[in-house]
């Protein structure tokens, strides 16, 4: 039998080294940017840092902790916080460590080439805090000039790191690649065939269709109850050491945004290597090194200053789309998506993510995550368009203040939220309430 060979033109994109620098230190919180810093310090001899010009007569004598005068309650308030950052040399703080930089790591264990591993890292990022992916596979493979059906094995080997799947499109994708270990068992066929079913609790049904005893259904369903529907959540991803990345502070009418870097490294390239480069009396070879370094060196300290000029320019887009809360109003915010913020600053939404994503902004009313202030649009049955984080806030206020010996059914919360103006259905209700870690009415009764 004769084969035949074909040859096809395909067209990849590949992130440039820069473009791919950018990317890396973008996606580190304060932190570990410093640790990154001080790495590329050691591995690189063209960079250098610079020595802050100080008059020895202004120098200031080094100060033990134990001789500030100052109280341990004050010693570790946030107040305080600023102090112990310029003086952070003798406090080493720990490395901030995200299960999404961890699921990161996992790619090196894989056969996925240089190219592969890039592109999984996109996906990566495309995923939101319960570890499914938020972005269809056909935008992000059209963002790469690539087919989706091209992204697919790649997507595959991403949904097996651990946890088991991550970056599912949904929670059958999701419960099924953490059940592919057991093709064949009941829990497998109940999610694969019958998944609607299962999620109505149509047990009945599923239990005629599959032939099966009602104990043989019960252990099944118990099976399935105890995998991980967020593969996101239930990480460690929580810090009793919070270092903001950018600090905002009332100027008058306007906001003065900085990023909070200023006790880092300040970077410049060694002039000594930039003269070495013309000098005769290296050979090719050598030049050929230094002026690699020198590139690695001017791509870092630009993407350093690419990485703040970005996250002041997410920062103040977010102030724009967020005016009662930044004017005081911590109960109210708007609809917003991180697509409404990559469209006003002509940014791409991974980039907007990667820049969100595990960063903390001090602000007037207290530090708090930049992922606080995206929240879903509902349109409620007046044709009132609300973000859901006022819903839940108001849901969260009548829990809170409840009889705990009669604690209100979903059915009672659904009136109350009617009273307050907010008119919706029972499940959207019971959604938001377990988004917010309320249990059902009975397990909420107290004796």
């Not at 107040?79 to 406090?91: A, D, P, R, V």
């Not at 008119?423 to 004796?447: H, M």
Request: proline residues 4%.
């Amino acid at each position: 039998m004769a084969t035949t060979l074909k040859q096809i033109q395909t067209q990849r994109q590949k992130l440039a080294p820069r473009q791919l620098l950018q990317t890396r230190l973008l996606q580190l919180n304060t932190v570990n940017l410093e640790q990154t810093i001080l790495k590329e310090l050691e591995q690189n001899p063209v960079l250098e840092q610079v020595e802050p010009d100080v008059p020895e007569e202004a120098e200031k004598e080094e100060t033990s902790v134990d001789d500030i005068d100052i109280s341990q309650e004050d010693m570790y308030s946030d107040e305080t916080t600023y102090y112990f950052q310029q003086e952070k040399k003798e406090m080493p703080l720990p490395d901030r460590h995200t299960l999404l930089e961890d699921v990161i790591e996992q790619l090196r264990d894989t056969d996925l080439n240089d190219a592969e591993q890039e592109i999984a890292e996109e996906i990566l990022w495309n995923t939101n805090e319960r570890g499914y992916l938020d972005t269809e596979l056909i935008l992000i493979a059209d963002r790469l000039g690539m087919e989706e059906e091209d992204l697919e094995p790649i997507l595959h080997v991403v949904q097996r790191l651990k946890p088991k799947g991550f970056g599912s499109r949904n929670l059958k994708e999701c419960l099924t690649i953490q059940l592919e270990d057991e093709i064949g068992s009941l829990a497998y066929k109940i999610v694969t065939e019958y998944f609607d079913d299962f999620m109505h609790k149509r047990y009945e049904k599923i239990q005629s269709r599959l032939k099966c005893t009602k104990d043989e259904l019960h252990d099944a369903v118990e099976h399935i109850s105890h995998l991980n529907p967020r593969p996101g959540e239930g990480y460690a991803d929580k810090f009793q050491t919070v270092i903001p990345d950018i600090i905002v502070k009332e100027d008058g009418n306007d906001w003065l945004i900085t990023t909070n870097d200023g006790g880092l490294p300040e970077l410049r390239v060694s002039r000594e290597y930039e003269q070495a480069i013309q000098d005769e009396h290296y050979d090719a070879k050598a030049k050929k090194f230094i002026k690699e370094k020198l590139d690695s060196a001017n791509w870092f300290i630009e993407a350093v200053k690419q990485r703040r000029v970005t996250m002041v320019n997410v920062m103040r887009s977010i102030i724009g789309f967020q005016p009662e809360w930044f004017s005081g109003d911590m109960n109210f915010l708007r609809p917003l998506k991180l697509q409404d913020v990559a469209d006003q600053i002509h940014m791409d939404i991974s980039t907007i993510s990667r820049s969100t994503r595990g960063k903390f902004v001090d602000t007037p009313y207290g530090i708090f995550e930049l992922k606080h202030f995206f929240t879903d649009a509902i349109e409620l049955h007046d044709g009132q368009i609300l973000g859901t984080f006022v819903i839940k806030r108001a849901l969260e206020k009548i829990i809170s203040s409840e009889d705990k010996h009669q604690p209100l059914s979903d059915d009672a919360l659904v009136e109350k939220l009617m009273e307050a103006g907010y008119v919706l259905a029972r499940r959207t209700v019971a959604k938001y309430r377990d988004q917010l870690g309320f249990s059902v009415a009975r397990l909420r009764k107290e004796i």
